[in-house]
């Protein structure tokens, strides 16, 4: 009798030490070892990361099941009888960007967004939101997008390109593959690599890329390259296919010269001035000139070819009054 009393108080008392209510969860405190740098860089450039998903409205040639794919010949016959031989389909491609700014400017590669009729925006707290196209450069491959929200948005910090050191930590955030914010993680292998890529524009030639083994998969084009600052050093972008752990980035600085050029558009946009302009390597004297177009209001202006525009003024006319 007595042993199991005995037997029965010992397991009692196992079963409390190891029950739920006994075992406390440990907090984390701020300088664990758990707690990186890694983790404290993610921590405030994760928020800022956009996955982006685009809807694109694409034209397939109808294939008959008994006469295959119709000629053009056919198709006009067809159309003419029947009505259209081509149908709209939807495809939603998958890509990252990040937001620079807490009014909502995002900054992603153009190819992730190029010819896209509808954008969504999903952030890394669940909200979503439908983004306006800015403007875009295929031939830097960046985008600008803007999103609305009735608060101020998570945004990443700015860095520069110029101090990269070869070795440093490197982070990259996206949207690989479909898998919403996920990071690898790296060093910087390289500084001002020169690659030519294919792209729907023919071969483009890009200058200064930054070089990373952190892994860059389809669906982290546009996203964040950061350091351990949790700064922003590039957009991801271009992936080798021959090799494995190399990926390439747009460093943060010429983001920046980008950034002018395609704000610039977005006014130039707006009007017809029949001027060409181009941005050269001294972005400080503002867009040069390329060509003018006769009778233009860039023309009559007196605006010559090599002229560079330093930047744009609103002009407000009065209306007329009818009488």
Partial sequence: ?????????????????FSPSFIKTPVLEAGSNRRTPIVVAVEKAGPAVANI??????????????????????????????????????????????????????????????????????LSDGRNFEATMISSDPISDLAVLKITSPTPLPYVKMGTSKDLMIGETVIALGNPFGLENSITTG????????????????DIKYDGLIQTDALINPGNSGGPLVNI????????????????????????????????????????????FGAQVEERD?????????SIESGSPADKAQIKTGDYIPGFRKMHTQKKRRG
């Fill in 1 to 17: 009798m007595k042993k199991t009393s005995i037997f029965l108080l010992s397991f009692a008392a196992f079963a409390c030490i």
């Fill in 53 to 122: 998903s685009t809807e694109r409205l694409i034209s397939q040639r109808h294939v008959d099941p008994f006469f295959g794919s119709r000629s053009e010949l056919f198709d006009q016959f067809f159309n003419d009888f029947f009505g259209q031989s081509q149908k709209q389909m939807v495809e939603r491609p998958l890509g990252s960007g990040v937001i620079i700014d807490e009014d909502g400017y995002i900054v992603t590669n153009e190819h992730v967004v190029s010819r896209a009729s509808k954008i969504n925006v999903r």
């Fill in 187 to 202: 060093v910087l292998s390289a500084k001002n690599r020169t690659m030519t890529f294919n792209s729907q524009y023919g």
């Fill in 229 to 272: 600052d949790g700064e922003l050093i590039g957009i991801n972008a271009a992936i080798v296919n021959q090799a494995q752990g190399i990926g390439f980035a747009i460093p943060v600085d010429k983001v920046r010269q980008t950034l002018v050029k395609l704000f610039n558009f977005r006014e130039l946009n707006k009007i017809w």
């Fill in 282 to 290: 001294d972005v400080s004297k503002g867009i040069m000139v390329s």
